[in-house]
């Protein structure tokens, strides 16, 4: 019984050794020579957590923008097609050709990004994407151009919108450059989508 005792006292002696190393170890890191608290350290171990923390959410942002802007570009694409069938305005085969290419070229560069960052794109349109596409493959001629139109002005409207935010915002230069460039492109195809509007919307 003696002897349980003794043992049970020496391994309460460790766990308050070890324990009190542990805390010791804590103060030291915080602490200068001299034994007094180092408010700078410990300034910049909280700054360090918060720019950490930004830096992700910025990741975050910029990987949520091309996944946004790929999956916009596949609908984009998808729609021209059915532009290019549905439509009876020649107006609108034009632009749905034009967007076809633009867009087939800025969702290469996407990947090639998202590649190089291991950010993952979608294979396949959201479902608000498809629901709309479902919309658009149900009309044909006048009414096709209509809405087709009334669909690529909104469309491009929330795109210029994003990008010009990511273009001033964006956590990656290359994403950053990438959005400066395609800005010009989307806002040609606002325009001409614009005109075309103007026409559909007196029919």
């Known amino acids: 019984m003696k002897n349980n005792l003794l043992v049970l006292a020496a391994v309460a002696v460790c766990l308050t050794s070890a324990c009190q190393q542990r805390a010791d170890k804590k103060a030291n890191d915080t602490t200068d020579s001299l034994g007094y608290?180092?408010?700078?350290?410990?300034?910049?171990?909280?700054?360090?957590?918060?720019?950490?923390?930004?830096?992700?959410?910025?990741?975050?942002?910029?990987?949520?923008?091309?996944?946004?802007?790929?999956?916009?570009?596949?609908?984009?694409?998808?729609?021209?097609?059915?532009?290019?069938?549905?439509?009876?305005?020649?107006?609108?085969?034009?632009?749905?050709?034009k967007i076809e290419s633009d867009h087939a070229k800025a969702n290469e560069q996407i990947s090639m990004i998202a590649s190089k960052n291991n950010i993952t794109l979608p294979t396949a349109l959201?479902?608000?994407?498809?629901?709309?596409?479902?919309?658009?493959?149900?009309?044909?001629g006048k009414e096709f151009d209509k809405e087709y139109i009334k669909e690529m002005v909104k469309c491009h409207d929330d795109a210029i919108d994003a990008f010009e935010k990511k273009s001033k915002n964006a956590n990656n230069t290359e994403i950053q450059d990438f959005a400066v460039k395609t800005i010009p492109v989307l806002t040609a195809h606002k325009t001409q989508a614009d005109v075309i509007k103007e026409k559909t919307d007196k029919m």
């Open 37 to 97: 608290v180092d408010t700078n350290k410990i300034a910049q171990e909280r700054a360090d957590t918060m720019n950490n923390s930004i830096s992700n959410n910025a990741m975050k942002d910029d990987a949520d923008f091309l996944t946004t802007a790929y999956n916009d570009g596949m609908f984009e694409i998808d729609a021209a097609k059915l532009a290019q069938k549905n439509a009876a305005s020649a107006e609108v085969k034009e632009l749905a050709k």
């Open 126 to 140: 959201s479902e608000k994407k498809q629901s709309k596409y479902g919309d658009l493959a149900k009309v044909t």
